[in-house]
């Protein structure tokens, strides 16, 4: 069964531009997660999908946004790039709404110059 | 407003000894814990979880350990081994839906 898939996993942008992560979960899987790793602030959770409908959201400005899609994968997008975005963005799979384990994927480590 | 913390940032261990992890929270809305395991560039890999309901679960070399009333976890891996080497997460997850909370990390050195 293969794992969480994230592409792609390494990206270099300029400030101003815009990004979109994708993220495929484990067949079956229904429910995706995305956080942000950087040194100082540790794992953030940016939001949560379920049946393509956003059930979770955490605090990050509206620049940062996702969507899922009928067969469960997600993306996420970040416009106007900021130095500060700099961070490994990973997306994490869960097999429901809620009561199970999350699998994370090996992550999109995003650069911004 | 860190509700999870893990206040060692690293811990040394002997080949063969016990690593104690340890993790704190303050939120009593957590239902559900989960340790994992992170090597640099990689994203984190499930370890084990224990429900607010138990308070113990126990899965080969790892044991994780809860006290709700002090609001305080642990986590065991008896003997340790050097590939135990990487960062230790604990994280907690609200009574609804999937967003886990996460601690700072733990460095974990297990030297042979």
């Known amino acids: 069964k293969a794992g969480v898939t994230q592409t792609p996993r390494y990206l270099i942008k300029t400030r101003g531009q815009q990004v979109t992560l994708s993220c495929s979960p484990i067949?079956?899987?229904?429910?995706v997660s995305w956080y942000q790793q950087t040194p100082g602030q540790g794992l953030q959770f940016l939001f949560e999908?379920?049946?393509?409908?956003?059930?979770n959201k955490g605090n990050f400005p509206g620049r940062f946004s996702g969507r899922q899609f009928s067969n469960s994968r997600s993306e996420m997008n970040v416009s106007t790039l900021e130095l500060g975005d700099s961070a490994l963005y990973l997306c994490?799979?869960?097999?429901?709404?809620?009561?199970?384990?999350?699998?994370f994927g090996q992550g999109t480590r995003l650069t911004v110059v | 407003d860190q509700q999870v913390k893990q206040n060692s940032p690293s811990l040394s261990v002997q080949e063969g000894r016990i690593s104690i992890l340890n993790c704190d929270y303050t939120?009593?809305?957590?239902?559900?814990f989960l340790w994992y395991k992170k090597y640099p560039a990689e994203g984190p890999t499930f370890l084990i979880s224990?429900?607010?309901?138990?308070d113990k679960n126990e899965d080969g070399r790892f044991t994780v350990f809860l006290n709700k009333s002090a609001k305080h976890l642990s986590l065991h891996i008896v003997p340790s081994q050097p590939g135990d080497s990487a960062v230790y997460f604990c994280?907690?997850?609200?009574?609804?839906?999937?967003?886990?909370?996460f601690g700072a990390g733990t460095i974990l050195r297990v030297k042979s």
């Open positions: 994490a799979s869960s097999l429901d709404a809620g009561g199970s384990e999350a699998f």
């Open positions: 067949s079956g899987h229904r429910s």
């Open positions: 999908y379920f049946s393509e409908t956003q059930r």
């Open positions: 939120n009593s809305m957590f239902d559900y």
């Open positions: 224990i429900s607010s309901i138990k």
């Open positions: 994280a907690a997850r609200w009574e609804y839906g999937n967003k886990l909370v």
